[in-house]
């Protein structure tokens, strides 16, 4: 028995099928290198322009970091003068407080002083008077 598949028109069907898959398989080539070519060239433009503007994002980044360091150094020098002047406001505290400390201690020894003459003032007014009664005392019993 013969093969249905085997005969001269089948054969040139496959013949001519496998030509034209050929064509299709050699045009599909083609059109597929084509577009690698412009999916290339168009990643290239879009790598190029995104290489620009990373370049002009990070300059404007850097020319603000700039701007704001230069900012921060000014600040960072007010705030020395600020401390400074604390410093310096703090040194005159200090200074106050010993001038009062010593004027302080002048007054507590004036005082001790005006005390100290106070009480031998008072001793020698009552010796006086005690004194005075021992006269009065003695001169009323002779009296008597």
Excluded at 92 to 98: C, D, L, R, T
Excluded at 111 to 137: C, P
């Amino acid at each position: 028995m013969t093969d249905p598949l085997d005969t001269p028109a089948t054969k040139r069907d496959v013949a001519e099928l496998a030509q034209a898959t050929k064509r299709g398989l050699g045009e599909l080539a083609q059109a597929t290198k084509r577009d690698l070519a412009e999916l290339a060239q168009a990643t290239k433009r879009d790598l190029a322009e995104l290489a620009q503007a990373t370049k002009r994002d990070s300059a404007e980044l850097r020319d603000e970091l700039r701007h704001e360091m230069s900012g921060m150094k000014l600040d960072i020098s007010d705030l020395k003068q600020d401390v400074t002047g604390l410093k310096l406001d703090i040194s005159g505290v200090k200074q106050e407080i010993s001038d009062l400390k010593g004027h302080f201690s002048l007054v507590a020894e004036n005082l001790a002083a005006d005390f100290r003459e106070a009480s031998a003032d008072q001793v020698q007014i009552l010796k006086d008077t005690l004194l005075s009664h021992d006269r009065r005392i003695t001169a009323l019993e002779i009296a008597r």
